[in-house]
C-alpha cells in the first residue's frame, strides 16, 4: 500500500458509507483514481484502463462492512431427565441430577 501511494500525489481520500473500501484522489482531480478494498488496490492507470494490485491479506473473521453479526439461535440445552429439565452447562452435565 506504501509503495503504491508513494508513486502517485494523492490529495484527497474518503471511506465510503458502506465502508467497503477507500477512495483516493490525485492532485487537482476531480474524482477517484484509486480504491483500496479488502486484500486489494484498484486503480485507475495513465491508458484509463483498470489495474489490481492484490495485497496480503489475513482473513482472522468475515467483513464487509456491516457490523452487524449473524445470531444463532440455537435453544439451550436442557437436562434429558423428564424431572429436571434444568439448562445444561457448557459440559454438558447436569448438576442437579
Not at 492484490?54 to 439461535?73: E, H, I, K
Not at 431427565?81 to 441430577?97: E, F, K, W
Request: aromatic share 10%; proline share 8%.
Amino acid at each position: 500500500m506504501r509503495e503504491f501511494a508513494s508513486e502517485r500525489d494523492f490529495e484527497k481520500f474518503y471511506i465510503t458509507p458502506s465502508r467497503t473500501y477507500i477512495a483516493m484522489i490525485e492532485r487537482g482531480a476531480e474524482r477517484p483514481s484509486a480504491w483500496v478494498h479488502v486484500g486489494f488496490i484498484s486503480h485507475r492507470k495513465t491508458d484509463r484502463t483498470l489495474g489490481e494490485i492484490t495485497l496480503p491479506y489475513n482473513r482472522v473473521r468475515g467483513g464487509g462492512g456491516s457490523r452487524q453479526r449473524a445470531r444463532v439461535d440455537a435453544e439451550p440445552s436442557t437436562c434429558p431427565n423428564p424431572d429436571c429439565g434444568m439448562p445444561l452447562p457448557i459440559s454438558g452435565v447436569c448438576a442437579y441430577c
